[in-house]
């Protein structure tokens, strides 16, 4: 009877579940309703939490499947990426982008020697075939390494490619890699002062590798520079013929576009191979480390000499002082304190500013830079960014030297090249506002988009633009620099030749012959400046180490294979397009004396 | 009836579940090729990296001149072997100035009728240069081959043009009939024809 009641008041009683029949009328009393009520409450409460329970599946289940954010993008997110991880470094390559620096795997070859022997390896096998691969090491040297009992020993740092590959195929156990990335340099010295080159953790220290170091950390957009390789080599193989041929210290060059400013090439000798920046190869020039890391382009302050006679001609026409049909009287040295300022080719006669130009005489400069004054030198100079640092992506730029009072003599020597010391990549941007109708781009070594033309300043007029193209070709045609002479590419420059200034004295035997020019003429693209450092005579220059004789020659061999790759058609000088562009009217008809 | 229900359900639950285990296999299967496809890919990148650090060390300008000078010995290219633009590159030459038009007259390939034969000589440069300019090795033939020529032919072409005119049909035809198409007209009536 207890029992079928009990059943009976169950509610969670099965429904074929049927109670005995009852012997007595089920009397609702008071505890039974208890029971009951307990009951119910309890039931409510287990299904209000499964309801809980429930609905959060419920939401995270329309949150996984209807919203974002679900696991799935996560699982895609375990998937391997792609791509290759970014390299430490960006890539620099050239303007035809050709790789100038790139970033390679060299994994560091390590031996779990626990393992070899665990292996049954035998030693002295593997320590044989190792040292077969691995160049630099004995077996000796290896085989106690790998018996070491040391779960890491490294064997060698950065292996190469192929040797990985070589002891991959070895198969001995208990060998491993670590990998690792190195910058490596495919073109060597080629273009070692430009790039530069990268400390151990991959850190820029030099050159481009430095000044856009923050372009190259963790980039995988390679760096474009504005240099052509091409060019690059053609120009420091010239340059180094000149040091060869003339016994000479050192060199530097660089090739500028004159319409943007972009530095196509730029050389300094010796140089060095960025693979191993301190390495000091003595069987190619006797120069230390030290020498052929310091750019002579950007880092080099010299006293570039008559070059600076181009810088002076266009302040005198620029300011108005003089004219081309206009001459000074260079008969008589000047007498100047304790300078005396002579000619070099001394013509002792009056000379027209051409004339003065042409023959390079230091007197008629000289005479010219005093009817200009001094404020007016000292503010064109400034205007062509001649007493500034240069502003070029590499931080590796010297200040230039000038005299910090302008005296009446400072003015005189300024005017042809001395008591001055500027970078060689000064003149070359100045003389390229100079040719291109006197806009100041300032340099770069970034390619700059095809067609695209960065702002420039207009620091002179283009009329004094056209009457120096004009000069700088009677240079070529007639004057000091009949050897830079391109058939078909109307070169026209200045050369320079400077006795280099040791602790105030300045040295006869100890040249700076420098050639600074552009082409073609008429319609100049390219400006190009050749330096060459303590040239020695020769037998095939007549003794002569002056620019004349010894880059003048070298820069018209650079012009005849550059232009082709630069796209310079050749013209024919003779033609009505030069002549009409280049012909001074006051020279006409007057018997030009050939130097 | 509820028999049937049970039924009908068990069987989706069945077949629901059986689905979804083969979608879920399927996608793996998916998953595993794309994750091998991808680590190809990189493989494949940093392999290709590699061989273009290569590629570019094996073309280091001081090494390609060191080959050409042991094996090839190309001279540097001198300004008088370049010309200025497509249009200055005068035609072949033409050898006397009697009979201008029979030389540069088209063969009988060429569409040209002979009732044009006044301006066939000015008509056939058009084609010509234009294959030329479609087609640079040809271009670099003609270049090659007409610039050492190419101030003797100007004088010839310019006069041919204005004493030409009253040039014979007769003549023409006879005289072309006679020669011999040369292997360079050939070549031009053939680019100009396939174009």
């Known amino acids: ?595 | 009836m509820i028999r049937l229900a049970s039924l009908f359900w068990l069987a989706l639950v069945a077949v629901t579940g059986f689905a979804t285990f083969k979608v879920k296999y399927a996608v793996q299967d998916i998953e595993d090729a794309l994750n091998k496809v991808r680590r190809h890919t990189v493989a494949e990148q940093q392999e290709i990296h590699i061989l273009r650090a290569e590629w570019t060390s094996l073309n280091q300008p001081e090494r390609l001149a060191d080959l050409n000078r042991r094996l090839l010995s190309l001279a540097a290219l001198a300004p008088k072997q370049l010309q200025r633009k497509i249009a200055d590159i005068p035609l072949r030459p033409v050898p006397e100035p009697a009979e201008p038009l029979i030389a540069s007259a088209p063969e009988p390939t060429a569409p040209q009728p002979a009732a044009a034969d006044v301006h066939a000589p000015a008509d056939t440069v058009m084609p010509v240069a234009a294959a030329a300019a479609l087609h640079p090795a040809m271009a670099k033939i003609q270049l090659i081959a007409t610039a050492e020529a190419a101030p003797a032919v100007i004088a010839p072409a310019t006069s041919k043009q204005t004493s030409g005119k009253p040039e014979p049909k007769a003549q023409l035809a006879k005289a072309g009939a006679a020669r011999q198409p040369r292997p360079l007209d050939r070549l031009i009536s053939e680019i100009a024809e396939s174009r």
């Open chain 1, 1 to 595: 009877m207890a029992t079928a009641q009990r059943i009976d008041d169950n509610p969670c009683r099965p429904r074929h579940f049927k109670p005995p029949p009852p012997c007595a009328p089920v009397v609702a009393d008071e505890r039974a309703n208890q029971v009951l009520e307990t009951c119910r409450t309890r039931l409510v409460a287990t299904a209000a939490l499964f309801a809980v329970v429930f609905l959060v599946v419920v939401l995270r289940l329309s949150e996984i499947v209807l919203l974002s954010g679900g696991s799935a993008e996560s699982h895609i997110g375990r998937l391997p990426p792609a791509a290759p991880p970014p390299p430490a470094r960006a890539d620099i390559v050239d303007r035809n982008g050709a790789l100038l620096a790139t970033m390679l795997p060299k994994p560091s070859l390590f031996v779990n020697s626990k393992a070899l022997i665990a292996a049954g390896q035998n030693p002295d096998e593997a320590a044989y075939e190792l040292a077969s691969v691995l160049s630099d090491k004995s077996p000796g040297e290896i085989r106690a390494r790998l018996v070491s009992g040391k779960s890491f020993v490294y064997l060698q740092r950065s292996l190469t490619p192929r040797q990985q590959y070589a002891v991959n195929r070895l198969g001995i156990p208990g060998l491993d890699f670590t990998p690792e990335e190195r910058r490596f340099y495919p073109y060597g010295d080629l273009a070692s002062h430009v790039v530069g080159y990268c400390g151990i953790d991959n850190e820029g220290l030099a050159g481009v590798e430095r000044g856009l170091d923050a372009a190259a950390k963790g980039h995988r957009q390679p760096i474009e520079l504005s240099l052509d390789a091409r060019v690059q080599f053609i120009l420091r193989e010239e340059l180094l013929k000149v040091i060869k041929d003339f016994s000479a210290k050192g060199a530097a060059g660089i090739i500028m576009d004159v319409r943007t400013g972009e530095i196509v090439a730029m050389v300094s000798l010796p140089d060095f191979d960025p693979n191993k920046p301190g390495d000091t190869d003595a069987s190619q020039s006797p120069a230390d480390a030290k020498e052929r890391i310091f750019n002579k382009v950007t880092l080099g302050d010299y006293e570039m000499g008559s070059v600076f006679k181009i810088f002076n001609t266009a302040m005198a026409l620029d300011s108005g002082v003089t004219s081309l049909t206009k001459g000074y009287d260079a008969s008589h040295p000047i007498q100047i304190g304790r300078f005396t300022i002579e000619d070099y080719h001394g013509k002792h006669r009056w000379l027209s500013v051409p004339e003065i130009f042409m023959y390079s005489s230091n007197i008629g400069s000289a005479k010219m830079a005093v009817d200009a004054g001094a404020d007016r030198q000292r503010s064109f100079l400034a205007r062509l960014g001649l007493l500034q640092p240069v502003p070029v992506e590499i931080d590796e730029v010297a200040k230039p030297h000038y005299p910090a009072v302008w005296r009446p003599v400072n003015v005189m020597t300024i005017a042809y090249g001395h008591g001055i010391a500027v970078t060689p990549l000064h003149v070359i941007t100045a003389v390229s506002a100079i040719v291109n109708g006197g806009v100041l781009h300032p340099p770069t070594l970034r390619k700059l988009p095809s067609g695209a033309v960065p702002p420039g300043e207009q620091v002179m007029s283009p009329k004094t633009s056209e009457q120096m193209r004009k000069l700088m070709r009677l240079v070529v045609e007639f004057g000091t620099a009949k050897m830079a002479a391109a058939p078909g590419y109307v070169v026209g420059g200045k050369t320079g030749t400077a006795e280099k200034n040791s602790g105030g004295r300045y040295l006869e035997k100890k040249l700076l012959s420098s050639f600074i020019g552009a082409f073609p003429m008429h319609d100049p693209r390219y400006a190009i400046l050749a330096l060459v450092d303590e040239p020695h005579g020769t037998k095939q220059s007549f003794g002569y180490a002056t620019a004349g004789w010894t880059v003048a020659p070298a820069t018209s061999r650079i012009i005849q294979r550059i232009a082709p790759i630069l796209g310079v058609a050749p013209i024919d000088e003779a033609s009505p397009a030069v002549t009409q562009a280049l012909t001074i009217e006051s020279l006409q008809g007057k018997r030009i004396e050939s130097y």
